[in-house]
């Protein structure tokens, strides 16, 4: 399941977007870093195997965790992780747990109680602890499965004002895998990747993930978010909002002398 691409030992892409023309919400990124590329064809050479010395590929819980994590790009923070051995559900757990007021998501599965669970509590507060803004999208079809997420959070947002919890409309498909968290605070954070916040992908799924610590990235990522808002939005109210209809304009003159408007 993964969806990463490592060109010349020196380029990363990596992202929720299979190459097939799908018209759905993607995101990619993109990594010049010798570095980060050494991880990611680790990984794949762990999945291609050395047929000629006598090295099965390994998939699954049969690969080992052997590739660094933590990487320096551009100045920048960015963890590397592969499911199912390098921890990706304790990774997701430990960034929302460092959520200080917003958490934004784009899901296109969610059916992991404990990353469910982590999120529920950043939500609800706690002694002495503000509660966060949650605000997400999930793909209308894999919402409705029993046990998704999305009908936890939506009932939560019944009586929890910091909850906002929504689906794609018919005929439109979330794909992206992704969660911003504090997009405008001091130390905000992107998590993207290949990775539905489901239990298989943690257990079985060949996956990655990536962990980017970049003002710039989140607000990219947030400002793409608010665009999907939008179309989300406008697609479960075709009729729209309520239209403002203005029956007088009044100006007054610019304190300037010359009595003009």
């Known amino acids: 399941h993964n969806k990463f691409l490592v060109a010349d030992r020196a380029r990363v892409w990596i992202g929720s977007y299979n190459p097939t023309g799908e018209k759905a919400f993607n995101n990619v990124l993109v990594f010049d870093s010798p570095a980060m590329a050494a991880a990611f064809a680790g990984e794949f050479a762990e999945m291609w195997g050395d047929p000629a010395a006598g090295v099965l590929p390994r998939f699954g819980k049969k690969k080992t965790d052997n590739i660094a994590h933590e990487f320096e790009v551009a100045g920048s923070a960015v963890g590397v992780y592969f499911a199912p051995t390098d921890g990706v559900r304790e990774q997701l757990v430990k960034a929302i747990e460092g959520a200080k007021k917003t958490i934004q998501i784009e899901m296109f599965s969610f059916n992991d109680a404990i990353i469910g669970?982590?999120?529920?509590?950043?939500?609800?507060?706690?002694?002495?602890?503000?509660?966060?803004?949650?605000?997400?999208?999930?793909?209308?079809?894999?919402?409705?499965?029993?046990?998704?997420?999305?009908?936890?959070?939506?009932?939560?947002?019944?009586t929890n004002p910091n909850v906002d919890f929504r689906v794609t409309p018919s005929g439109m498909q979330?794909?992206?895998?992704?969660?911003?968290?504090?997009?405008?605070?001091?130390?905000?954070?992107?998590?993207?990747?290949?990775?539905?916040?489901?239990?298989?992908?943690?257990?079985?799924?060949?996956?990655?993930?990536?962990?980017?610590?970049?003002?710039?990235?989140?607000?990219?990522?947030?400002?793409?978010?608010?665009?999907?808002?939008?179309?989300?939005?406008?697609?479960?109210?075709?009729?729209?909002?309520?239209?403002?209809?203005?029956?007088?304009?009044?100006?007054?003159?610019?304190?300037?002398g010359t009595g003009e408007f």
């Open 117 to 158: 669970a982590a999120v529920m509590k950043k939500v609800r507060g706690a002694a002495g602890i503000a509660p966060v803004k949650l605000r997400g999208v999930m793909d209308h079809i894999q919402a409705m499965y029993p046990g998704s997420q999305y009908q936890v959070l939506h009932a939560e947002s019944l």
């Open 174 to 256: 979330m794909h992206n895998k992704l969660a911003i968290i504090d997009a405008d605070g001091d130390e905000p954070v992107v998590v993207t990747g290949s990775y539905n916040w489901s239990g298989s992908r943690a257990d079985t799924n060949d996956e990655s993930v990536v962990v980017v610590r970049n003002r710039q990235v989140a607000k990219r990522y947030a400002l793409d978010f608010e665009r999907i808002w939008f179309l989300v939005d406008a697609g479960n109210n075709p009729e729209g909002p309520k239209q403002l209809r203005i029956t007088e304009v009044m100006s007054t003159p610019l304190d300037d």
